[in-house]
């Protein structure tokens, strides 16, 4: 089986006969991802595995230039989708991303609900989902956590924080961190 031509993603599958592995899978032979891979993957199967995100989104190092995430050290920290015409929902498995910092999703057709769960991410500080098709309630962040969600359903506000303020706060921090790894390169 040759599977060169393929975007697949994730862990090799176990086959009866040799496989030319390629293109996204994890490792290059049967076994499992690291786990920040499988919630990105779980994450990318919310937005129906968009094929931006499949070209970008291989190996088993999301920290290691995969587009819309930005790590400290080796824990997924900014996850910022912005402008990528996203469509679908938001996943409950972004809260295993223990070391969030920041969920950026605004600007696209994203629908369901915000999932409670993200709530509990202990870092977590800023969610953007402004000018999206959320509907439901906003989940119950804790005060210090910026939340942005106008142009949804009425009942999704802006609440927590200083709103603007704490963005364009954020906003200098990725330009540093983007920085950072381009001088990397």
Known sequence: ITTTTSRDQGPVPVFASAVVAGNGFCLEKPGPCDAQVSTLLQVAEGFGYPLHLARSWTGNEPCSGWVGVICDMSDVEILGLTSYNLSGTISP???????????????????????DALAALPNLSLVDVRNNRLTGQLPKFRESVDVSADGNSPSLRNHHGSGQGSQSQWRLFIIFRLSRCLIKV
């Open 93 to 115: 498995v972004i809260a295993n991303l223990k070391g969030l910092r920041k969920l950026d999703l605004a600007n696209y057709n994203l629908t369901g609900e915000i999932p």
